[in-house]
């Protein structure tokens, strides 16, 4: 291996990708993997695409890189136009970072700096869910609920309210009944002191997949409207088309005050996360927020941004994402719907969840120590196929899940052999059914 071993690497004995094209990632020996995983449900229209090469390399050409308190650039001020127009925000002001957790984090800090701006001292409380995933930095890890990654930093954590996952698997409230909840935590806290509200559209990377009620994310946006809390949507994973729709909200009719994207953003092209704001919230702070990076704000992160929107326009591929996803749930709902081990089959668009359980009867989940999504991870990689592994599936703290997340451009017959792969696997480490 060139470089002697000095990466601090992610994996042990991991396969060493050459090239990807489409939804298939190649390895210097020439072995062949299915990207069922779109790595971590982030490319959103392939790899390999050469127009988006294309647009990287002539904006890197014409303008590398300017700060952005000391220049503004076409590109970055056209890609904000473009994902205005897409992007469920009245008024939107687009803040362009380099990931998810950064989108967060901006977010996270705009909610503050809102409230600050408006005589608020006192709204400084973040509400967010039981399994939140909203990234790895601190500020977004405490807002996050995964024993695996908080485990070890919790005395720099701990600052934030939570209210229950939904997860309608295991818990029979409404929409209206979490929303309630919501509204208890806001009041006891006292809403005089809580600044935002953050959740995923569809809960992601620890729960699986997990769809809301119907009547969930209009009535939380009222408890939220009601006490003066800003509602934060995480769409890191959800935006860009994923769940079948441009944002997992747009499923709602719901319009938050923040939204945070990344991943299917730039599809991995360019490390882009971008944080949205709604007009009011942008007027509030504008002359006051002392916030950004180095690489905020980036015009060739922009080139991609808006290379990547265009393919997904010009493919009809938050189309493709409802109509394929559906059909990847279908067959394997066909095929597991009866297995012992699988509590459920779920998911929107193109980003599908499986559990599993020891007890199909009564959800009862295996032992963490079993290691089973860890297996089925590894017996999907044995048969050259990527999912992504979701190993606190339940709660944050136990429960085994995948994600078959592929780029919303996954052809019909890589998304079957992608699920033929998948079935196969789970039956391997799982008691066939
Ligand atoms: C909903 C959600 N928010 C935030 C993040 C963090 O994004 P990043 O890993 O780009 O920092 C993720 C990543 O999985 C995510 O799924």
Same mark, same amino acid.
């Given at each position: 291996?060139?470089?002697?071993?000095?990466?601090?690497?992610? &994996?042990?004995?991991?396969?060493?990708?050459?090239?990807?094209?489409?939804?298939?990632?190649?390895?210097?020996?020439?072995?062949?993997?299915?990207?069922?995983? #779109?790595?971590?449900?982030?490319?959103?229209?392939?790899?390999?695409?050469?127009?988006?090469?294309?647009?990287?390399?002539?904006?890197? =050409?014409?303008?590398?890189?300017?700060?952005?308190?000391?220049?503004?650039?076409?590109?970055?001020?056209?890609?904000?136009?473009?994902?205005?127009?897409?992007?469920?925000?009245?008024?939107?002001?687009?803040?362009?970072?380099?990931?998810?957790?950064?989108?967060?984090?901006?977010?996270?800090?705009?909610?503050?700096?809102?409230?600050?701006?408006?005589?608020?001292?006192?709204?400084?409380?973040?509400?967010?869910?039981?399994?939140?995933?909203?990234?790895?930095?601190?500020?977004?890890?405490?807002?996050?609920?995964?024993?695996?990654?908080? =485990?070890?930093?919790?005395?720099?954590?701990?600052?934030?309210?939570?209210?229950?996952?939904?997860?309608?698997?295991?818990?029979?409230?409404?929409?209206?009944?979490?929303?309630?909840?919501?509204?208890?935590?806001?009041?006891?806290?006292?809403?005089?002191?809580?600044?935002?509200?953050?959740?995923?559209?569809?809960? &992601?990377?620890?729960? #699986?997949?997990?769809?809301?009620?119907?009547?969930?994310?209009?009535?939380?946006?009222?408890?939220?409207?009601?006490?003066?809390?800003?509602?934060? =949507?995480?769409?890191?994973?959800?935006?860009?088309?994923?769940?079948?729709?441009?944002?997992?909200?747009?499923?709602?009719?719901?319009?938050?005050?923040?939204?945070?994207?990344?991943?299917?953003?730039?599809?991995?092209?360019?490390?882009?996360?971008?944080?949205?704001?709604?007009?009011?919230?942008?007027?509030?702070?504008?002359?006051?927020?002392?916030?950004?990076?180095?690489?905020?704000?980036?015009?060739?992160?922009?080139?991609?941004?808006?290379?990547?929107?265009?393919?997904?326009?010009?493919?009809?591929?938050?189309?493709?994402?409802?109509?394929?996803?559906?059909?990847?749930?279908?067959?394997?709902?066909?095929?597991?719907?009866?297995?012992?081990?699988?509590?459920?089959?779920?998911?929107?668009?193109?980003?599908?969840?499986?559990?599993?359980?020891?007890?199909?009867?009564?959800?009862?989940?295996?032992?963490?120590?079993?290691?089973?999504?860890?297996?089925?991870?590894?017996?999907?990689?044995?048969?050259?196929?990527?999912?992504?592994?979701?190993?606190?599936?339940?709660?944050?703290?136990?429960?085994?899940?995948?994600?078959?997340?592929?780029?919303?451009?996954?052809?019909?017959?890589?998304?079957?052999?992608?699920?033929?792969?998948?079935?196969?696997?789970?039956?391997?480490?799982?008691?066939?059914?």
């Amino acid at each position: 291996m060139p470089g002697d071993g000095h990466l601090f690497a992610r &994996g042990v004995d991991l396969p060493v990708a050459a090239s990807a094209s489409g939804s298939v990632i190649t390895t210097v020996d020439g072995v062949e993997y299915l990207d069922g995983a #779109g790595g971590a449900i982030a490319s959103s229209i392939g790899h390999g695409r050469r127009e988006v090469v294309d647009a990287m390399s002539a904006q890197a =050409a014409a303008v590398d890189y300017v700060h952005a308190t000391q220049f503004t650039t076409e590109s970055a001020e056209r890609f904000a136009g473009r994902v205005a127009a897409v992007v469920p925000v009245d008024g939107a002001r687009v803040f362009p970072v380099s990931g998810g957790s950064e989108a967060n984090e901006t977010a996270l800090k705009l909610a503050r700096a809102f409230h600050l701006a408006n005589g608020d001292a006192d709204r400084h409380v973040i509400v967010a869910r039981v399994g939140a995933y909203h990234g790895n930095s601190r500020g977004a890890l405490d807002a996050s609920d995964r024993l695996g990654l908080r =485990a070890g930093y919790e005395p720099w954590l701990g600052q934030t309210e939570r209210v229950p996952a939904v997860n309608p698997l295991r818990d029979g409230r409404s929409g209206v009944e979490h929303a309630e909840a919501l509204a208890e935590t806001i009041d006891r806290v006292g809403a005089e002191r809580v600044a935002a509200f953050i959740a995923e559209p569809v809960s &992601g990377a620890t729960l #699986g997949a997990v769809v809301p009620p119907d009547d969930y994310w209009p009535a939380v946006a009222r408890v939220c409207h009601e006490r003066g809390v800003l509602l934060i =949507a995480d769409e890191v994973m959800t935006g860009f088309g994923r769940t079948g729709r441009w944002f997992g909200v747009d499923h709602w009719g719901v319009r938050p005050d923040l939204v945070t994207a990344g991943k299917g953003a730039s599809s991995g092209y360019w490390p882009l996360g971008l944080c949205v704001a709604s007009g009011p919230v942008y007027e509030a702070v504008v002359d006051v927020f002392a916030h950004g990076f180095t690489w905020s704000h980036h015009p060739v992160g922009s080139a991609v941004g808006e290379a990547v929107l265009d393919v997904i326009e010009a493919e009809s591929l938050v189309d493709n994402a409802a109509v394929v996803g559906d059909q990847i749930r279908a067959r394997l709902r066909e095929e597991l719907g009866t297995h012992p081990n699988v509590a459920e089959v779920r998911g929107l668009g193109m980003l599908t969840g499986v559990e599993f359980v020891a007890d199909r009867s009564t959800l009862e989940p295996f032992p963490r120590s079993e290691g089973v999504c860890e297996r089925v991870v590894r017996a999907c990689l044995d048969r050259r196929m990527t999912v992504y592994p979701c190993t606190s599936a339940v709660d944050g703290r136990v429960g085994d899940a995948v994600l078959l997340g592929p780029p919303l451009s996954v052809s019909v017959a890589d998304a079957d052999a992608m699920v033929d792969r998948l079935i196969d696997a789970i039956r391997s480490v799982l008691s066939p059914a």
